[in-house]
């Protein structure tokens, strides 16, 4: 499985109201992410978004992953550890993106699975935008408490696709 490419299908388009949603749920006040005059006075012809508004992108793009390729596991109870992020140019309103993801490792230590993911953002021009690698920590065939599954279920934050 190592080593498994796919291009996410479909693009992702950022809309500017996404953008102020994202912004003010986690708490960034940047004005270049509400007020389309201050991301201009910044060289910006919209809105740019928070940093961490990738992730967006990145669980649309991972869930094929998990669905199809390394199979068995309950996605409520997968966490994640780490996170690298490479910014070759910030988000910005209008882009439309296009992900590849790639499984760059998998390793077994004591009882749990380590995944690494590599996802490559591009806008569809061919525009690259971000590069990140996502390490994931998971068991599969578990069984999972029926109580703390609908406790996470109320409390994760799950994006349609």
């Known amino acids: 499985m190592v080593g498994h490419h796919y291009r996410v299908t479909d693009f992702y ?40 508004f990738v992730s967006i992108v990145g669980m649309l793009a991972q869930r094929k992953l998990f669905e199809e390729v390394v199979t068995g596991y309950d996605l409520s109870q997968i966490m994640q550890t780490d996170q690298r992020l490479v910014f070759h140019r910030p988000l910005k309103a209008g882009d439309r993106l296009i992900c590849d993801v790639y499984l760059e490792s998998f390793r077994q230590v004591a009882g749990s699975d380590i995944i690494v993911t590599k996802n490559i953002i591009s806008e569809v021009n061919g525009e690259l935008v971000q590069t990140t690698w996502t390490t994931l920590v998971a068991r599969s065939g578990g069984e999972v408490d029926e109580n703390i599954a609908h406790a996470v279920k109320d409390v994760m934050m799950h994006v349609a696709p």
């Open 13 to 52: 388009e950022i809309g500017r109201e996404k953008i102020r949603e994202y912004a003010r749920a986690v708490l960034d006040a940047h004005p270049a992410h509400h007020d389309e005059d201050a991301a201009k006075g910044l060289g910006y012809d919209g809105l740019i978004a928070p940093l961490t």
